[in-house]
């Protein structure tokens, strides 16, 4: 009888026992150079004030101090580390439907974004193509429209000033589109771009919004700058967590950890832009020539982009599903959005033909 009250006790307590504090490592794609790495300090932060020591602690590390950029991805899938902050463009290799979940060319704005991702789907797809590679995933920063292209010594007016240029540029589709206005992609890494300006292997370049390519000393090594940033008409920012860490929290835990993720990506969209503003008189003060391309161009680059999207959707059912969904939230937004104009959240642009997305999403 005692050996079974004592076998029952010690399963009881076993059942009850408070779980051990999980304590995490997380890195990022961003060296601390570059402002981006803001974003992730800033949630890793919430999320340690929020959370109790004895359930949750993050360790965050800056860009390549643990691993390169390139291989944050791979560290987290494989379990090396257990968080990774990242913008999703950079694994399109892996799989095309990430491209969508980073950026667009020419059709969200950072508030389509969050309005997506909150209420229109778009959190659950993130977890789909993420869920592929034994990932969750929580978006937990936003920006607006990138800054455009950087050019050393030739001015960039009208889509014809393409012709020829080798440009960094980050992003599949926004490569493609780029071929099609005349110009030809250099992929490199953010914490690249100034030597590769510097040394003339490049023509000109894009990276970010006006505070981060400011942190990144571009004002130094080029002298004109086209705008809008049509290629990235917004960017979206998170956070990979291997899928088995993530199950091994509380419920209450990962809920905190959500709504940091939350917090944080309305912090970030009003401390981008306005860092994005101080940085624009920035480079005027330091005699940068800004021009903006006129109406007429920017129309003809969506219908590009339109064109663009469809080929890149069409070559993947995921990314076809993510897109469609895009443009599904585009088109039930519209008949508010356009109703409210002028007093409104962005535009309602002239997008890709859902029907042909819809039929290649399978």
């Not at 920017?298 to 999207?309: H, K, M, P, S």
């Amino acid at each position: 009888m005692k050996t079974l009250i004592a076998t029952t006790a010690l399963a009881l307590a076993a059942t009850t026992a408070p779980a051990l504090a999980e304590n995490w490592t997380m890195t990022t794609t961003w060296p601390s150079s570059l402002e981006l790495i803001e974003i992730d300090r800033h949630f890793v932060k919430l999320a340690n004030d929020m959370i109790p020591d004895d359930q949750l602690t993050i360790e965050f590390f800056d860009g390549g101090e643990l691993v390169p950029a390139g291989e944050v991805f791979g560290a987290v899938e494989s379990g090396t580390i257990q968080a990774g902050g990242d913008w999703p463009g950079y694994w399109a290799g892996r799989d095309s439907a990430f491209s969508p979940l980073a950026t667009t060319s020419s059709l969200f704005n950072a508030i389509d974004y969050v309005n997506w991702i909150k209420e229109w789907g778009g959190a659950e797809l993130y977890n789909e193509v993420y869920g592929k590679f034994g990932m969750v995933y929580l978006p937990y920063g936003v920006t607006n429209n990138e800054s455009g292209f950087r050019t050393v010594d030739k001015p960039i007016r009208t889509t014809e000033d393409l012709q020829g240029l080798q440009l960094r540029l980050s992003g599949y589709e926004q490569g493609k589109l780029l071929e099609k206005l005349g110009g030809s992609q250099v992929s490199m890494a953010g914490g690249e771009i100034y030597q590769a300006l510097e040394r003339g292997v490049i023509d000109g370049a894009e990276f970010s919004t006006p505070n981060v390519d400011y942190s990144g000393g571009f004002q130094q090594v080029t002298k004109y700058w086209s705008t809008p940033g049509w290629h990235q008409s917004a960017s979206v920012f998170g956070v990979m967590i291997k899928q088995e860490n993530w199950d091994a929290l509380s419920p209450e835990t990962q809920e905190m950890l959500k709504v940091a993720a939350d917090a944080n990506l309305l912090w970030s969209l009003s401390f981008t832009e306005k860092r994005a503003t101080e940085a624009y008189q920035k480079f005027k003060d330091d005699g940068i020539e800004i021009t903006r391309l006129d109406d007429a161009t920017l129309q003809n680059i969506q219908e590009q982009a339109n064109a663009t999207i469809e080929e890149v959707a069409c070559e993947n059912p995921l990314a076809a599903k993510v897109y469609a969904s895009m443009i599904s939230y585009l088109q039930d937004y519209a008949q508010w959005r356009d109703a409210s104009a002028p007093f409104n959240l962005g535009r309602t642009p002239a997008g890709p033909d859902l029907a042909a997305i819809e039929g290649c999403a399978g």
